[in-house]
């Protein structure tokens, strides 16, 4: 069982070894022109929703807990997001609890 200890020890060592992280300018990311904004407590998530290759935004919304969907109409590399639409099961919006 010591064996199996020490080898996640020495990966942990080595990473904090290596060189720190250097992050990008943050951005805010645009839905027609206008800054996407949830309000309080958004947890994106970018996958590719609706199988067509291009990674789209799902987000929480804090407000009545409704979850947003952005369809990606650009690329992987520059997503463009032109408009959202909340989830919804059999013509209701999906909500998630929220306060």
Do not use: H
Not at 13 to 39: K, N, R
Not at 54 to 70: A, C, E, M, P, V
């Amino acid at each position: 069982m010591k064996p199996l200890l020490f080898i996640p020890l020495l990966l942990l060592a080595a990473m904090a070894a290596s060189a720190p992280f250097t992050f990008d300018t943050p951005y805010y990311l645009q839905c027609a022109g206008t800054t996407i904004d949830v309000q309080y407590y958004g947890a994106p998530c970018v996958v590719d929703w609706d199988g067509d290759g291009l990674k789209d935004l799902i987000t929480g919304q804090f407000y009545y807990g409704n979850i947003r969907f952005y369809k990606n109409e650009g690329t992987n590399e520059s997503p463009v997001f032109n408009s959202f639409a909340y989830l919804q099961a059999d013509g209701v919006n999906i909500t998630m609890g929220y306060g």
